[in-house]
């Protein structure tokens, strides 16, 4: 059974950096791709950040440069590290997994995260 559990977040000025973890007790990360999507208020759901289980990681445009994603050697955990963040990367934030491959589209992704909040002030 996959349940994801979340934790990270909260609020931080403009620059500065926090860092999400997505752990799952199932150990299935070893096979399966991991998705970081965020959504802010009125808006849809947004793809970040995602690793394939290979850890071929891909970035969305917007965080690149700034946000790292990464896995802990026991394939337990898998991190969302953000740096120099932004007002505009304020959004819950959200982990997911799916088979193997990594995609950028939510309706690809089985399992979901709770979701943890990121406030970025100015």
């Known amino acids: 059974q996959v349940r994801l559990v979340q934790s990270g977040g909260g609020l931080v000025q403009s620059g500065g950096s926090l860092r999400l973890s997505c752990s799952d007790s199932a150990r299935t990360f070893s096979t399966a791709a991991v998705g970081w999507f965020r959504q802010a208020p009125g808006r849809e759901r947004e793809w970040v950040s995602a690793?394939?289980?290979?850890?071929?990681?891909y970035y969305n445009n917007s965080v690149k440069g700034r946000f790292t994603i990464s896995r802990d050697n026991a394939e337990i955990t898998v991190y969302l590290q953000m740096d120099s963040l932004k007002p505009e990367d304020t959004a819950v934030y959200y982990c997911?997994?799916?088979?193997?491959?990594?995609?950028?589209?939510?309706?690809?992704?089985?399992?979901w995260g709770p979701g943890t909040q990121v406030t970025v002030n100015d």
């Open positions: 997911a997994t799916r088979p193997s491959w990594a995609r950028q589209a939510a309706k690809d992704y089985e399992y």
């Open positions: 690793m394939s289980f290979t850890g071929t990681s």
